[in-house]
C-alpha cells in the first residue's frame, strides 16, 4: 500500500502511535505501540484483496472500532 495513509491518535490512550500490521500473508489490521489496542483482522487473499484489506483496517481504526484489553473486558 502506498505509505501515505493517515491513522488518528489511539481513542484509548490518546497516543500517536498507530500502525499498520500484516500477520503471516493473510490478514492485516491497525494496533497502537503503547497500550496494544488494535482493530479486528481484515484478512485477504492475495495482492488484489490487500490493499482493500488495509483501507478497511485504517477505516476501523479512524472510526474507533477497536479491541482494548482493559480490566473488566
Keep these: ?5 493517515e ?3 489511539c481513542r484509548v490512550c490518546h497516543e ?3 500502525y499498520l500490521e ?7 489490521y ?7 489496542s488494535q ?3 481484515c484478512r485477504y487473499e492475495g495482492e488484489e484483496e490487500k490493499e482493500e484489506a ?7 481504526w479512524n472510526m474507533g472500532k477497536v479491541i482494548a484489553e482493559r480490566r473488566g473486558e
Design 39 to 41: 482493530t479486528a483482522f
Design 30 to 36: 491497525v494496533t497502537c505501540a503503547n497500550c496494544g
Design 22 to 28: 500484516e500477520e503471516g500473508g493473510w490478514c492485516v
Design 7 to 9: 491513522l488518528l491518535p
Design 16 to 18: 500517536d502511535l498507530a
Design 54 to 60: 488495509e483501507k478497511k483496517a485504517i477505516h476501523l
Design 1 to 5: 500500500m502506498n505509505d501515505e495513509y
